[in-house]
């Protein structure tokens, strides 16, 4: 019991223990939400993972195999007619179709005998809905004969090959097959030229470390940066170090990413040749002490850690000017408390809670890795990984780098939301 109470009274007290459990609680619909409309609009979308092999389209038949090979060829929702998926109820039909253009009843109705019509090596599978009897039953109730003794050959008045039936099971469909493999941290396999047959979890796996350190250090690199010189600025309003400030947060906040990172390659790289060009051979190794992978790190964390300071700077400096405004900071000077407590200790803390509302987002996108940057600097993160997803059609890749995205996105704003109780006492979650 002992224990129990001191793991709730780490964790804030019964109060932030009941809020942690609500908010994990109401993460579960947002997270099935997030899978299903990012499984319909990978659907959707013109073409798909099998339509073309490199420059040449591929076969239908190979195509048709390689969907039946990934469960492509299952409806997405439902089992409705003519969806291409026949009932479970242990009936083989033969497919009639896999030898001959020409149906079996037009065959027998021109006269053609019954082993002639018959394909020489059947094929044994599901004929979607339509139930194709197996013609070995012909005697039984599908074909009505003129003729019987002539020649042994039946001669059919009346062929019925198909029948309908009316039957819908959702375990069978595409995305609840999914989901299923989902709850079991099962990614399915990879459907790219390049990943072909490996396990998504897998590719994330070795993927995510290598965007994971580079947006955590390039974060904090940016925070470092961004909250001093926000709160310089905001201390030192229209002065010249104020000027000197915003015209940092309006020149790294206005070029984009696009632009600067190549600008820095061919400036450190190519021009001056101070640091290693890069490489996707060096990443995986994650040691901060080779220059191998520090000097070809150096780049990328500059420039997403200067974006990062500008955005935070600008949100700071704004911040703590209006807090040093509040009648509790005058107050606080007014008792003769030193410069120093008045803003570290009062208007430092209110000022934060903006910054830290977009430190939940900010963080989830570095740690999946920034799309444009890893294809400039040959980063294999997950944000290149996802770019190729999306020029393959890989669906699987897709939506398991969604799905991760939208867990780091909720666990971001779940601590957004403790930290505040930290930076004002008055927030509470009775």
């Known amino acids: 019991m002992d224990i129990l109470n001191r793991i709730i009274g780490a964790l804030g007290g019964v109060s932030m223990l009941k809020f942690l459990i609500r908010r994990l609680l109401s993460a579960i619909p947002v997270l099935f939400t997030v899978i299903f409309l990012t499984f319909m609009l990978m659907r959707a979308m013109p073409a798909g993972p099998f339509d073309f092999n490199g420059t040449k389209t591929t076969p239908p038949v190979v195509k048709a195999a390689m969907e039946a090979r ?49 394909p020489s090596e059947p094929v044994y599978t599901y004929d979607g809905w339509a139930l194709v009897r197996l013609v070995e039953e012909y005697r039984e109730s599908n074909i009505e004969y003129a003729d019987p003794s002539t020649n042994n050959t039946p001669k059919p008045t009346r062929c019925m090959e198909k029948s309908t039936v009316l039957y819908s099971d959702l375990t069978r469909s595409q995305f609840f097959q999914y989901f299923n493999n989902v709850l079991r941290l099962d990614f399915g396999l990879s459907m790219g030229r390049n990943t072909r047959y490996d396990p ?92 191998n992978y520090l000097g070809r790190a150096i780049l990328p964390l500059t420039t997403l850690a200067l974006g990062v300071a500008a955005g935070i700077c600008r949100l700071t400096r704004a911040s703590v000017l209006q807090v040093l405004r509040d009648d509790y900071v005058r107050t606080a000077r007014a008792k003769g408390l030193r410069e120093r407590a008045v803003i570290f200790v009062h208007a430092l803390k209110n000022g934060l809670i903006p910054v830290v509302t977009v430190m939940g987002p900010a963080l989830a996108g570095l740690l999946t890795g920034t799309l444009i940057l890893e294809r ?28 991760l995205y939208s867990f780091f996105l909720i666990i971001g704003n779940i601590l957004v939301d403790v930290t505040y109780t930290w930076l004002d006492p008055r927030i509470r979650f009775d």
């Open 70 to 118: 990934f469960g492509l060829d299952k409806p997405l929702l439902l089992n409705l007619p003519n969806d291409g998926v026949a009932p479970d109820n242990g009936i083989i039909t033969r497919n009639l179709y896999a030898s001959a253009p020409t149906p079996l009843c037009d065959l027998l109705r021109q006269g053609m005998s019954l082993k002639e019509a018959t």
């Open 376 to 403: 400039i600097f040959g980063i294999p993160g997950l944000g290149s990984s996802f770019i190729d997803s999306i020029t393959n059609r890989d669906y699987n890749m897709l939506i398991g780098v969604t799905i």
């Open 200 to 291: 998504v979890s897998e590719l994330i796996s070795q993927r995510l470390p290598v965007s994971a350190q580079l947006g955590l250090l390039s974060g904090l690199l940016g925070f470092a940066i961004g909250i001093p010189l926000g709160v310089i600025a905001a201390l030192y309003r229209n002065s010249w170090i104020d000027q000197l400030t915003n015209l940092f947060i309006v020149f790294f906040a206005s070029i984009p990413t696009l632009a600067l990172a190549p600008v820095l390659i061919i400036l450190f790289n190519v021009q001056w040749k101070i640091l290693p060009e890069p490489s996707p051979l060096y990443w995986k190794s994650g040691n901060l002490l080779d220059w």
